[in-house]
């Protein structure tokens, strides 16, 4: 059953409430890079790179693919079935840096959303809505503060430290709140 009630997304005050769409999904989450303070791009380009680190990935990636793709059923092993297909969006997105590609990279970051909303449409999961629950909690990730890999940190220190600190604002997105909201929606329609 698909559910066609508005789902509420006030990316700016007085907006009202209204469907989200791709376009608000990447706004979010370029306020969220901005936060962190990492790369925002004005216009289409390819991320930096060793291309050589990248095919390797890639390989390893197609591989691990393959080898879930190997005797998966896709009705008895839809999740299998969905991960290879995730796999291997990711391995073509990797690739096509490796070969400084931009429109193959194009190309594997619109398949990859693609098989991502299809995860959730195959599972009933109301995205939009848990998108921006998790940007709200992403939003009280500490300012500019990344780790080694480039993830933005939650808090610093112990979780003992974190509740006696004023800098850590963290606050967990309430995943188990908006699938419950989403589950009355549905039993109402």
Known sequence: MVNTYPIPFIPEKNQGSRQMNLQDAQKMVADFHQHIRTTIADEPQLLPCRSHAARWLAMQIEGLARTAAQGVDGTMDLLLSRAAMSLEELAEWLTAHADNDLVAAADAITDRC?????????????????FAEVH??????????TNGNGKAVAWIGTNRSRE??????????????????????????
């Open 114 to 130: 693609y098989v991502l909303i299809g995860d959730a449409v195959a599972t009933g999961m109301p995205l939009a809505e848990l």
């Open 164 to 189: 006696k600190s004023t800098r850590n604002t963290y606050r967990k997105p309430e995943i188990a709140s908006v699938l419950s909201r989403s589950h009355c929606r549905s039993l109402k329609s």
């Open 136 to 145: 709200r909690s992403n939003l009280t990730k500490l300012p500019g503060i």
